[in-house]
């Protein structure tokens, strides 16, 4: 194993080709490798490897086992293992050997665009070394025209790129010739591609591959996975034999701790601003920390916070995706060099380039699922042999729970069911129109080919042919296109593209990367003119999205970028802010957790719950909470739920606890207070947790239950998930989002035209209202079903709530009680926390929450 | 899961129904908005309606952009909504009835149809506005620049106004926002001073321009928005709204 502190020899690639490593390499020691595929490594290979002392690892020789043999492969492992090099092994193999042939030998295709330039200049090293004659290009989004244009004259042999950019290289007309040599697809960070519409996208974007260069094999690289099968199918043509699996060699188990403060643990909210002192004598004793958190106005909080207590001067740095790019380089490139001690971040650093010698990982809140955990916890001792060093800070008490389950979870290295996402029908249209632009297409020959990718193996042709029709005229029952058709029939039958205009804007738009709408945040400076203020614009601080900033009157106050600044109003170029003294700010009202609970934490969560015989791991205040639940109300199995009703004030609550997560718990709330207002129960509101949900009404619930009136059964009963459910969808914004985003993934309405660059607020027509004349004249057209596939997916997580509505048929227990039990004092507090204001709120909330609590806690 | 979500009955996209709370005064004249968008003048019995854009839709066809092309039905349903619930005797289009100037030909002839029978019915006149400088002559009703409703001059731009001069127009798409509970919520509206009132574009495709941008500089004085709601108007001072 690699020799501490030898980083110039650390593996390349591990997940990513994290890459501040600067050599491509593999890891020393005793290698136990199969001779068959030994003999697959030509001497060159191994002398190169024994000049560093290093010799190749197994599962690397496997790989190049199956290469040998023309097979795709799926390679399982841990952050660490080498992978990337295991993926680039085989063509460098091939290509050293050097068989005539010309263009691209083996595409590699990563989603992040910021690896491409490292991964190629890490391949440098051995290929130079060896000698070998192999040349190695990228092409991104930012390559230069002239760059494509020779790369499509003169291939290189290795191209390393993104998923987007193979679309559209397979929807240029040269593809053929391109592609024609191909020999070997790598597919980087699969596990995480696959389960996004990008993932989608690739799938159909591969079938155009393999139609080109059928004898090209595919290798997938993946992190530790729940169900690698899915990505084994997923990884070679629909109806073939799933590629076959290697397993890496597991690293060394992380050291998990909890934060076990000694401050009060709060009841609610994501702050965790308890433990700063905590979280800063964390930071002074190590070396180099990452400090995660959820989402980034936590990151601005954490990061004001610590540079409160930074008595000491610590360099310690901001990280998160809304900061400006050049900012967010500064502090990667600071990071590298060794010069910060802490940086605080969001999942923008989750994956790729190990930027330096991370030795402690702090989460601040719950890390949502195990996978995640597991992830972020690899960022620190980036070496398979020495375990990772990592601290949990929850920020509520729900919150100990769930970084203990995580924690237990984590150290079995237990992951999270994640599955690929499949059948998008606005993806769908969007490949058919690539599929024009690479040249004149035959319907069936299409249909065929889509069909071959794992994701679209159950598309029906009615289903194909109601997006080609979409494609072309806009698919409208009313035929009123025609003349202005994007596809058009040649006398052979063929389709082909009307008008090379379209080509142009299909390059400009193609992706599914829907961002929300941002506005740039400059700093500004204010200028007395003529006793009047007169602000100017300077350097761009970041992004921030639009919603956010037109909710802001000029003279509030927002954290961002890590400094309180006051808004100045907008100019044509974005917002304008400028520094304050002020120390209080409105901070950016973020939804708590942008993830969701995982369904397999969730599951551990309630175990815990359940057993009391665990609770003497948990601090003594979380236990002394749950005793007291016991002991007021009940604390419920594993398989059941709790629902609890009590009157407060002058209004009557309901508290469920179906642990699902707060986009389930939303939706939950929509449907249920529906059904409640039909029972005439008269609901007045609802507020969903992570774990909880409460709904208040004027009508007494506890009556209503008790006498038979409302039965809890049939007020969960899974039939809500029908026509309750379509008909609020319908009408709910999140279907006009997921809307407009299958408009634009679709081509329906573009986000960038040939010579101008569009911004979503310019876009020709507002998406709601095309949302709103759809619905009323054409209810089934094909966009809608596409938003409403999404909308069940991601934004409602209907399967979850029918895996959920099913699980507790029969097990609903419920409390009718006087006043608010221990474990309902969370969910309570959140009501009203979606829009605080200044401090006037604050102190009411603090003393509302004070009085909660004692009626909580009294026994009898 | 097939998405067919079933319209309610009479649903539409744009609800309508006129005010019987408010009241726009204009030179001692009473106006009354309407939920869709549309303007009531009981003294003359006649329905103001601005900017319908038909056939915007099929406008940005032709350049490759496929919106469903229902929108002029959808407004001609909107229009025809607001004449069964309001029982005007005439009919008032405020300029840019039309997208362009081909909008005629594109017309789907179901659609013409409905437009030439509201023509029959009602006494109609179509006021020219940018979009449309000269509107179809063949779907009846007459074509005028301006129109003067006893003291009020109705025209499609806003002018410069002299002493004692009053005028409704529409042209500028007017939209207003007000911040509540911290949510911002932002309709199309109405706006009037005392001199001028400036209603909301009534097609089922039009966008709007918030009541601060620039367009709006130096068109009134102390002014009030009338904003429609989902299912009702609400009357704001300039102060509240941005």
């Known amino acids: 194993m690699i020799g501490k502190g030898d980083r110039q020899h650390r593996a390349m690639g591990e997940g990513s080709g994290q890459g501040n490593s600067h050599g491509v390499g593999c890891v020393a020691g005793k290698a136990k490798s199969s001779w068959s595929a030994m003999s697959h490594l030509p001497q060159r290979f191994h002398d190169w490897f024994a000049a560093r002392g290093w010799s190749p690892r197994d599962h690397q020789l496997a790989v190049l086992d199956h290469a040998a043999k023309g097979d795709s492969v799926l390679l399982v492992s841990p952050t660490g293992g080498g992978k990337t090099l295991a993926g680039f092994l085989p063509s460098l193999v091939e290509l050293a050997q050097g068989a005539k042939r010309s263009g691209i030998h083996t595409l590699y295709v990563s989603p992040l665009k910021a690896l491409a330039v490292d991964i190629a200049r890490n391949l440098e090293a051995p290929v130079a070394e060896m000698g070998l004659p192999v040349s190695v290009e990228t092409r991104t989004g930012d390559t230069p025209y002239a760059k494509r244009k020779r790369q499509r004259e003169q291939p290189p042999d290795i191209l390393i790129t993104t998923p987007e950019q193979v679309s559209l290289l397979v929807a240029d007309p040269g593809a053929a010739h391109m592609l024609r040599d191909l020999r070997c697809l790598i597919l980087d960070e699969l596990h995480s591609i696959v389960i996004s519409k990008r993932g989608v996208l690739l799938s159909l974007a591969l079938t155009r591959v393999a139609t080109h260069a059928p004898q090209a094999r595919r290798i997938g690289l993946s992190a530790t996975v729940a169900d690698p099968d899915a990505l084994r199918a997923w990884l070679v043509p629909a109806g073939t034999t799933p590629a076959p699996l290697v397993l890496g060699q597991p690293g060394a188990p992380p050291s998990i701790r909890i934060l076990k403060s000694v401050e009060r643990v709060p009841w609610s909210g994501h702050s965790a601003l308890y433990a700063i002192p905590e979280i800063y004598a964390e930071i002074k004793a190590a070396r180099m920390t990452l400090v995660f958190v959820n989402t980034r106005s936590q990151a601005e909080m954490v990061f004001q916070s610590l540079w409160e207590a930074n008595d000491d001067h610590l360099p310690i740095a901001l990280h998160h995706g809304s900061l400006d790019v050049g900012q967010r380089r500064k502090v990667e490139a600071a990071m590298a060099r060794g010069t910060l001690r802490a940086v605080v971040c969001t999942s923008t650093l989750d994956l790729g380039i190990d930027w330096g010698d991370v030795d402690l990982v702090i989460h601040v809140g719950a890390p949502k699922g195990s996978s995640r955990l597991l992830q972020r916890i690899g960022r620190s001792n980036h070496r398979l042999d020495a375990p990772s060093e990592a601290l949990l800070v929850p920020s509520n008490r729900f919150e100990v729970l769930e970084c203990e389950a995580a924690r237990q979870a984590a150290k079995a290295n237990a992951q999270d069911t994640q599955y690929p996402s499949v059948l998008k029908l606005d993806v769908l249209a969007q490949h058919i129109l690539g599929r024009a632009c690479a040249g004149p297409f035959a319907a069936d020959a299409l249909f065929a080919e889509v069909t071959g990718a794992w994701t679209y193996r159950n598309l029906s042709r009615e289903d194909f042919d109601k997006c080609l029709d979409y494609v072309a005229t806009g698919g409208y029952a009313l035929r009123a296109y025609e003349r202005y058709a994007k596809l058009k029939r040649q006398a052979d039958g063929l389709l082909r593209l009307s008008h090379p205009r379209l080509a142009q804007s299909y390059r400009l738009n193609v992706g599914t990367i829907v961002e929300e709408e941002m506005l740039k945040v400059r700093l500004a400076h204010v200028k007395k003119r003529l006793g009047k203020r007169v602000v100017m614009g300077g350097r761009v601080l970041g992004e921030l999205e639009e919603w956010f900033l037109s909710q802001l009157a000029v003279g509030d106050t927002f954290l961002f970028s890590g400094e309180v600044l006051r808004f100045e109003g907008l100019d044509e170029f974005g917002a304008l802010a400028t520094r304050t003294t002020s120390r209080e700010p409105m901070i950016p009202s973020y939804a708590g957790g942008k993830f969701p609970l995982s369904t397999y934490l969730a599951e551990r969560v309630r175990e815990m719950l359940a057993n009391p015989k665990v609770w003497v791991t948990l601090p003594p205040q979380v236990r002394d909470w749950l005793s007291l639940q016991r002991w007021k109300s009940v604390v419920p199995k594993a398989n059941q739920m709790l629902v609890e009703t009590f009157p407060r004030a002058d209004k009557h609550y309901l508290v469920a606890y179906p642990f699902e997560g707060r986009l389930a718990h939303q939706s939950l709330g929509m449907l249920l207070t529906r059904r409640l207002e039909r029972k005439g129960a008269q609901p007045l509101g609802f507020v969903a947790s992570e774990y909880a949900l409460v709904i208040w009404a004027v009508r007494d619930l506890s009556l209503l239950i008790g006498n038979g009136r409302l039965d809890l059964a049939a007020l969960f009963d899974e039939d809500m998930l029908g026509d309750d459910l379509e008909a609020w969808l319908a009408e709910s914004n999140l279907m006009k989002r997921t809307f407009r985003n299958a408009a634009i993934i679709g081509g329906l309405i573009e986000r960038r035209q040939p010579g101008l660059e569009k911004t979503g607020r310019q876009m020709t027509v507002n998406t709601d209202l095309i949302y709103d004349v759809l619905r009323t004249h054409q209810p089934d057209h094909i966009l809608l079903r596409a938003g409403w596939d999404d909308a069940a997916d991601g934004l409602v997580d209907v399967h979850r709530l029918g895996a959920f509505l099913k699980r507790i048929r029969g097990q609903i227990v419920h409390r009718a009680l006087d006043t608010v039990s221990p474990l309902a004092v969370p969910v309570l507090l959140e009501i009203g926390r979606e829009s605080i204001y200044g401090e006037a709120h604050d102190a009411l909330l603090a003393e509302a929450a004070g009085e909660l609590v004692d009626e909580a806690m009294w026994l009898v | ?242």
């Open chain 2, 1 to 242: 899961m097939p998405f067919s979500p079933k319209p309610q009955a009479n649903s539409s996209t744009r609800p309508c129904g006129l005010s019987r709370t408010h009241k726009i005064g204009l030179g001692g004249l009473e106006f009354l908005p309407d939920l869709s968008g549309a303007l009531y003048a009981p003294d003359f019995k006649a329905l103001l309606v601005a900017d319908l854009h038909l056939e915007k839709g099929s406008s940005l066809a032709r350049r490759g952009v496929h919106l469903p092309p229902y929108d002029t039905r959808e407004s001609l349903r909107q229009l025809r909504a607001v004449i069964a619930a309001v029982k005007p005797e005439r009919l008032i289009f405020l300029g840019d009835s039309f997208h362009d100037g081909e909008a005629r030909q594109r017309i789907d002839a179901g659609d013409l149809s409905e437009l030439r029978a509201l023509t029959g019915d009602f006494p109609t006149i179509w006021i020219a506005g940018n979009h449309d400088p000269e509107p179809p002559e063949d779907i009846g009703g007459g074509i005028m620049g301006e129109v003067a409703l006893g003291p009020v001059t109705l025209r499609h731009e806003p002018r410069a106004l002299g002493d004692g001069e009053l005028e409704i127009a529409g042209h500028l798409h007017p939209a207003a926002s007000v911040a509540q509970r911290g949510h911002r919520i932002r309709c199309r509206c109405f706006v009037a001073d005392t001199r001028r009132l400036i209603m909301p574009a009534f097609g089922s495709y039009t966008g709007a321009l918030g009541i601060s941008s620039a367009a709006f500089a130096g068109l009134f004085g102390d002014y009030h928005v009338w904003m429609l709601g989902a299912r009702a108007i609400h009357r704001f001072p300039a102060g509240k709204v941005r």
